[in-house]
């Protein structure tokens, strides 16, 4: 009843949220500059990609907590940078396009105008003067730029960084190529008269191999539907993720990024990172380290006998090699592919085609291969191997062929079993019956000169007869690839590059930003052009403009420096923002990125780096993955034949079908029976068997997603409990880095929470606030909060923080606490969780300005120290009651007092005390007699 008679005094979540939202916006609350005289704080999300759909209640769970962090930060007194953008080029953008007609940039648009809706909606305190898109001209002028920087660079292995390549140029017209140590192509040796007579074709096509930006033949994922390339992510099982088209692996010229060349830079600088070492172990395995050597192995298609460079880590295991394998995409496979054999590896290719190389790499029980024919001599033994081609191996590691060793690699010995292909083991004693042995000790035997060292001996011992004897060099090699930059499609940036006389040639960095010009299609031309061969006088000083687009991590791969100077005209950042903002403190994102996007980035920046445009070699310094809220799906049972559903509890006793069900019009797993008749045309005259007066759901967890209609929309939740009250849920739920279920059961519960904050303030008559002084029991139960939620936000352990708020305010409220001393604070702590109800109650308490720039309240300790301690009273070592004493009471005291206590006098009982006994702080033992 109270409730209903205090309306006016109650806590109107809407009316407060719009308030100081409104304030914010009007205010530029958020708005962060440079100001030397705050140390800096840089805040960062891994910004969206916006969908028609908008966001769901899993979204912004990395959104609030890097909102809370960063709120925290500014409340200890940093100049916090905390921006949003939108990743707005891609394929789904353009799909759509195709479909309805409507140009990409107008359903973009729209989406945007959807997510920065529900995003003002949840409070987030983004600096949004800072914001960007991808498909901006004005920002994607710099993703062009930053192209042409690459495409202008060689990368030096000596110096071990980005150079000019006028540099470059420079050495080959004194010196040729002899001195030069360079990450780059195939290239012959040159001398300077042979550099200083080729023709500017020749020059070009040379420099080709060496720069950082540059185009080569790649094998690639291909899908003629769509008309163009996908990235790994974008394929699943030989079909496009967007359409489920076929996708191919075909070999094409793209532009690519000399990624590789960074390989080991981007692997050693991840130790002085604060990343989980999960992450970086993935990061490692996707660099792929290995140490090993080149070998050369004579090789023969039976007319003509050839040179075939190998990698191994092993070449103490050249003994065991009993056939060879080269990756479908080698160029190896025409030279060693027989007549006889040419059907078959024909048609083994083609089916090769369809997987893309992550697939490749993971499928690891499926054995396949053709025998190419050939044969290939083993340099230490002399024995012929057969060569045989198989998508086991990968051309991208290594040369893309390798020497198998079965009896000591399990994908070897896999394909030796199925192909009976010889076995022969190198340490003593080993079992090879079943698997391989591939335990890295032992001592080796039928190894020749190697025979009776250990593995650890022979591993050194075998690189150096390598080299001794010309057959090969110890090689660092690499799993990282380098990236394909290109895609055959419309909305994304397009190259600043031209063709003068088939030259690939650099616009002038004054013409930028080159806008994607308007075409009738988004689809590729009838000769097969990408989409951009359809615009009209698509030329630069006459030439042709080059028709492919830059792929989607182009844009998200240094937008964290453009927040830094977001309207800067003349440079991507000054030097000024770079110095002060200079890398990326906090970010908050997904595992989904945590290869490529991330190795991208890096790589960007430290090219960047290398040229001198950015002062820090590593962008992110402490990263954070959090987990993923998980739909929590409803089901109806529906008795077969019929329209007609049972509740879960009866559904044992009746045929049913299970149906998803919308848990939009589901309260703690009940049906609302109306809004399911509502729901879809089909169930209009639906008919329920109840159990108890209610429709009991089913559930289970499951990916929220559309088609399993268990998708939450944060506007629901914020329409019926307040955007504060989502923030601290969706907090509550459980830590932030763990996946875990969306279930609205425990809402009400922090619902009330907020309500009983707001009744610490006002009571029937209006506000109660008092300036009397603060109990020590209101000062111990702040202080501890203090401590606690400080920690726990350090620590991004915010559910227990939450945890902690409620702790804390159901023992103020026991203490009938209105308080200014406590209330103060106590708002301050909670404005990073929930800011709105936090302003409002801060305005209450007399304040002007926003509680954003308030101080974090100090923890004192004395305040949560114990005054009392609680002593077990024992009689002849029997615990009959406890007394509280102060801690500090002295044991005599303690005698005296609890020899004068009533309850003594009853278990003595007329006996006589011997002896009392004070363990301090713990235990009074009487002995009796």
């Given at each position: 009843?109270?409730?209903?008679?205090?309306?006016?005094?109650?806590?109107?979540?809407?009316?407060?949220?719009?308030?100081?939202?409104?304030?914010?916006?009007?205010?530029?609350?958020?708005?962060?500059?440079?100001?030397?005289?705050?140390?800096?704080?840089?805040?960062?999300?891994?910004?969206?990609?916006?969908?028609?759909?908008?966001?769901?209640?899993?979204?912004?769970?990395?959104?609030?907590?890097?909102?809370?962090?960063?709120?925290?930060?500014?409340?200890?007194?940093?100049?916090?940078?905390?921006?949003?953008?939108?990743?707005?080029?891609?394929?789904?953008?353009?799909?759509?396009?195709?479909?309805?007609?409507?140009?990409?940039?107008?359903?973009?648009?729209?989406?945007?105008?959807?997510?920065?809706?529900?995003?003002?909606?949840?409070?987030?305190?983004?600096?949004?003067?800072?914001?960007?898109?991808?498909?901006?001209?004005?920002?994607?002028?710099?993703?062009?730029?930053?192209?042409?920087?690459?495409?202008?660079?060689?990368?030096?292995?000596?110096?071990?960084?980005?150079?000019?390549?006028?540099?470059?140029?420079?050495?080959?017209?004194?010196?040729?190529?002899?001195?030069?140590?360079?990450?780059?192509?195939?290239?012959?040796?040159?001398?300077?008269?042979?550099?200083?007579?080729?023709?500017?074709?020749?020059?070009?096509?040379?420099?080709?191999?060496?720069?950082?930006?540059?185009?080569?033949?790649?094998?690639?994922?291909?899908?003629?539907?769509?008309?163009?390339?996908?990235?790994?992510?974008?394929?699943?099982?030989?079909?496009?993720?967007?359409?489920?088209?076929?996708?191919?692996?075909?070999?094409?010229?793209?532009?690519?990024?000399?990624?590789?060349?960074?390989?080991?830079?981007?692997?050693?600088?991840?130790?002085?990172?604060?990343?989980?070492?999960?992450?970086?172990?993935?990061?490692?395995?996707?660099?792929?380290?290995?140490?090993?050597?080149?070998?050369?192995?004579?090789?023969?298609?039976?007319?003509?006998?050839?040179?075939?460079?190998?990698?191994?880590?092993?070449?103490?295991?050249?003994?065991?090699?009993?056939?060879?394998?080269?990756?479908?995409?080698?160029?190896?496979?025409?030279?060693?592919?027989?007549?006889?054999?040419?059907?078959?590896?024909?048609?083994?290719?083609?089916?090769?085609?369809?997987?893309?190389?992550?697939?490749?790499?993971?499928?690891?029980?499926?054995?396949?291969?053709?025998?190419?024919?050939?044969?290939?001599?083993?340099?230490?033994?002399?024995?012929?191997?057969?060569?045989?081609?198989?998508?086991?191996?990968?051309?991208?590691?290594?040369?893309?062929?390798?020497?198998?060793?079965?009896?000591?690699?399990?994908?070897?010995?896999?394909?030796?079993?199925?192909?009976?292909?010889?076995?022969?083991?190198?340490?003593?004693?080993?079992?090879?019956?079943?698997?391989?042995?591939?335990?890295?000790?032992?001592?080796?035997?039928?190894?020749?000169?190697?025979?009776?060292?250990?593995?650890?001996?022979?591993?050194?011992?075998?690189?150096?007869?390598?080299?001794?004897?010309?057959?090969?060099?110890?090689?660092?090699?690499?799993?990282?690839?380098?990236?394909?930059?290109?895609?055959?499609?419309?909305?994304?940036?397009?190259?600043?590059?031209?063709?003068?006389?088939?030259?690939?040639?650099?616009?002038?960095?004054?013409?930028?930003?080159?806008?994607?010009?308007?075409?009738?299609?988004?689809?590729?031309?009838?000769?097969?052009?990408?989409?951009?061969?359809?615009?009209?006088?698509?030329?630069?000083?006459?030439?042709?403009?080059?028709?492919?687009?830059?792929p989607g991590f182009a844009g998200s791969?240094?937008?964290?420096?453009?927040?830094?100077?977001?309207?800067?005209?003349?440079?991507?950042?000054?030097?000024?923002?770079?110095?002060?903002?200079?890398?990326?403190?906090?970010?908050?994102?997904?595992?989904?990125?945590?290869?490529?996007?991330?190795?991208?980035?890096?790589?960007?920046?430290?090219?960047?780096?290398?040229?001198?445009?950015?002062?820090?070699?590593?962008?992110?310094?402490?990263?954070?993955?959090q987990g993923m809220i998980q739909g929590?799906?409803?089901?109806?049972?529906?008795?077969?034949?019929?329209?007609?559903?049972?509740?879960?509890?009866?559904?044992?006793?009746?045929?049913?079908?299970?149906?998803?069900?919308?848990?939009?019009?589901?309260?703690?797993?009940?049906?609302?029976?109306?809004?399911?008749?509502?729901?879809?045309?089909?169930?209009?005259?639906?008919?329920?068997?109840?159990?108890?007066?209610?429709?009991?759901?089913?559930?289970?967890?499951?990916?929220?997603?559309?088609?399993?209609?268990?998708?939450?929309?944060?506007?629901?939740?914020?329409?019926?409990?307040?955007?504060?009250?989502?923030?601290?849920?969706?907090?509550?739920?459980?830590?932030?880095?763990?996946?875990?279920?969306?279930?609205?059961?425990?809402?009400?519960?922090?619902?009330?929470?907020?309500?009983?904050?707001?009744?610490?303030?006002?009571?029937?008559?209006?506000?109660?606030?008092?300036?009397?002084?603060?109990?020590?029991?209101?000062?111990?139960?702040?202080?501890?909060?203090?401590?606690?939620?400080?920690?726990?936000?350090?620590?991004?352990?915010?559910?227990?923080?939450?945890?902690?708020?409620?702790?804390?305010?159901?023992?103020?409220?026991?203490?009938?606490?209105?308080?200014?001393?406590?209330?103060?604070?106590?708002?301050i702590l909670l404005s990073p969780f929930?800011?709105?109800?936090?302003?409002?109650?801060?305005?209450?308490?007399?304040?002007?300005?926003?509680?954003?720039?308030?101080?974090?309240?100090?923890?004192?300790?004395?305040?949560?120290?114990?005054?009392?301690?609680?002593?077990?009273?024992?009689?002849?070592?029997?615990?009959?009651?406890?007394?509280?004493?102060?801690?500090?009471?002295?044991?005599?005291?303690?005698?005296?007092?609890?020899?004068?206590?009533?309850?003594?006098?009853?278990?003595?009982?007329?006996?006589?005390?011997?002896?009392?006994?004070?363990?301090?702080?713990?235990?009074?033992?009487?002995?009796?007699?």
């Open positions: 009843m109270w409730d209903f008679i205090l309306v006016h005094m109650d806590y109107n979540f809407k009316e407060i949220e719009q308030k100081w939202q409104a304030y914010w916006a009007a205010n530029h609350t958020f708005k962060a500059e440079i100001d030397s005289s705050k140390p800096k704080y840089y805040v960062l999300d891994m910004f969206p990609y916006p969908s028609g759909a908008g966001l769901h209640v899993g979204h912004p769970l990395g959104y609030i907590a890097s909102d809370i962090y960063s709120r925290y930060k500014r409340l200890c007194g940093f100049n916090v940078l905390h921006p949003m953008g939108y990743d707005a080029f891609g394929l789904p953008a353009e799909q759509y396009a195709i479909q309805t007609g409507q140009h990409p940039a107008v359903t973009t648009e729209k989406n945007i105008a959807r997510y920065r809706e529900q995003m003002d909606r949840i409070g987030f305190s983004y600096d949004w003067s800072r914001e960007v898109r991808t498909c901006d001209p004005e920002y994607y002028k710099w993703t062009q730029w930053a192209f042409l920087q690459m495409f202008g660079s060689w990368y030096d292995n000596q110096q071990q960084k980005a150079r000019p390549i006028a540099e470059l140029e420079d050495i080959f017209a004194r010196e040729g190529s002899a001195g030069v140590d360079a990450a780059c192509g195939d290239v012959e040796p040159f001398t300077a008269e042979q550099w200083n007579a080729f023709t500017e074709a020749q020059k070009a096509a040379l420099l080709m191999q060496y720069r950082i930006a540059y185009q080569g033949e790649t094998a690639v994922n291909w899908c003629p539907a769509l008309g163009t390339v996908l990235a790994n992510d974008e394929v699943k099982e030989g079909y496009s993720v967007r359409g489920g088209h076929p996708v191919e692996q075909k070999k094409m010229t793209q532009w690519q990024l000399r990624v590789s060349a960074y390989a080991g830079r981007l692997l050693d600088d991840l130790e002085d990172l604060d990343w989980t070492d999960s992450l970086k172990d993935m990061q490692r395995n996707w660099i792929g380290k290995s140490q090993g050597a080149e070998m050369i192995f004579k090789v023969s298609n039976g007319s003509q006998e050839y040179d075939m460079t190998i990698f191994t880590t092993r070449a103490d295991t050249v003994f065991g090699v009993t056939f060879m394998v080269l990756a479908p995409e080698s160029e190896w496979v025409d030279v060693l592919t027989t007549p006889e054999q040419k059907e078959a590896v024909q048609a083994y290719l083609a089916q090769a085609k369809k997987k893309t190389e992550r697939e490749r790499m993971t499928e690891t029980k499926k054995v396949s291969g053709v025998f190419s024919g050939s044969y290939a001599v083993n340099p230490l033994t002399g024995g012929k191997v057969p060569v045989w081609i198989s998508e086991y191996v990968l051309a991208g590691y290594g040369t893309g062929a390798i020497m198998a060793v079965p009896a000591h690699d399990s994908r070897d010995y896999a394909f030796a079993r199925h192909f009976n292909l010889p076995v022969i083991p190198l340490i003593e004693g080993c079992d090879f019956s079943e698997s391989s042995f591939d335990a890295k000790e032992g001592i080796m035997c039928n190894s020749g000169f190697l025979d009776g060292m250990t593995v650890k001996e022979a591993i050194p011992a075998a690189i150096d007869y390598v080299e001794k004897h010309g057959i090969g060099r110890r090689k660092v090699n690499y799993r990282l690839r380098d990236a394909i930059f290109s895609r055959q499609r419309y909305w994304g940036e397009p190259f600043p590059m031209y063709f003068k006389d088939g030259i690939a040639t650099p616009m002038s960095l004054e013409d930028l930003p080159l806008e994607l010009p308007e075409v009738d299609k988004f689809l590729p031309t009838e000769s097969g052009e990408p989409p951009l061969g359809r615009a009209k006088d698509w030329t630069y000083e006459g030439y042709p403009i080059e028709l492919s687009t830059m791969s240094a937008y964290y420096l453009r927040y830094m100077d977001t309207h800067n005209t003349q440079a991507l950042v000054s030097r000024e923002a770079d110095e002060y903002w200079r890398d990326v403190d906090l970010y908050i994102g997904g595992t989904e990125h945590a290869t490529g996007h991330l190795i991208y980035s890096r790589f960007w920046n430290k090219f960047l780096f290398d040229l001198g445009y950015v002062c820090e070699k590593e962008p992110f310094r402490k990263l954070i993955n929590r799906s409803n089901f109806v049972y529906r008795i077969i034949n019929t329209n007609t559903f049972v509740s879960l509890g009866l559904k044992d006793q009746y045929e049913t079908t299970e149906i998803h069900v919308d848990v939009n019009i589901v309260r703690n797993d009940r049906l609302d029976l109306e809004a399911f008749r509502n729901w879809m045309p089909d169930f209009a005259d639906a008919e329920f068997i109840l159990e108890d007066g209610e429709y009991i759901c089913g559930w289970a967890i499951e990916k929220m997603s559309k088609s399993m209609f268990n998708v939450v929309n944060p506007d629901m939740i914020c329409d019926t409990y307040g955007a504060d009250t989502l923030r601290l849920y969706e907090m509550f739920l459980g830590p932030l880095e763990q996946s875990k279920p969306w279930d609205t059961k425990g809402i009400d519960g922090v619902n009330r929470f907020l309500r009983k904050v707001w009744r610490m303030f006002y009571d029937r008559d209006g506000l109660i606030i008092s300036d009397e002084k603060a109990s020590s029991d209101e000062l111990k139960s702040l202080h501890k909060l203090i401590g606690k939620v400080r920690a726990d936000i350090e620590a991004f352990s915010f559910n227990t923080a939450v945890s902690a708020f409620m702790i804390a305010v159901n023992e103020l409220t026991d203490l009938k606490c209105s308080k200014r001393e406590i209330l103060e604070p106590l708002v929930a800011p709105h109800i936090a302003e409002e109650l801060w305005s209450v308490l007399g304040h002007d300005e926003s509680i954003t720039y308030a101080e974090f309240p100090e923890y004192v300790e004395a305040y949560t120290i114990e005054n009392n301690c609680t002593y077990a009273v024992s009689f002849n070592g029997k615990t009959r009651f406890t007394v509280e004493l102060p801690v500090d009471m002295p044991r005599e005291e303690v005698d005296a007092h609890v020899r004068g206590m009533e309850q003594t006098m009853k278990y003595v009982a007329g006996g006589n005390i011997v002896k009392v006994i004070v363990v301090p702080g713990k235990i009074v033992n009487i002995v009796v007699k």
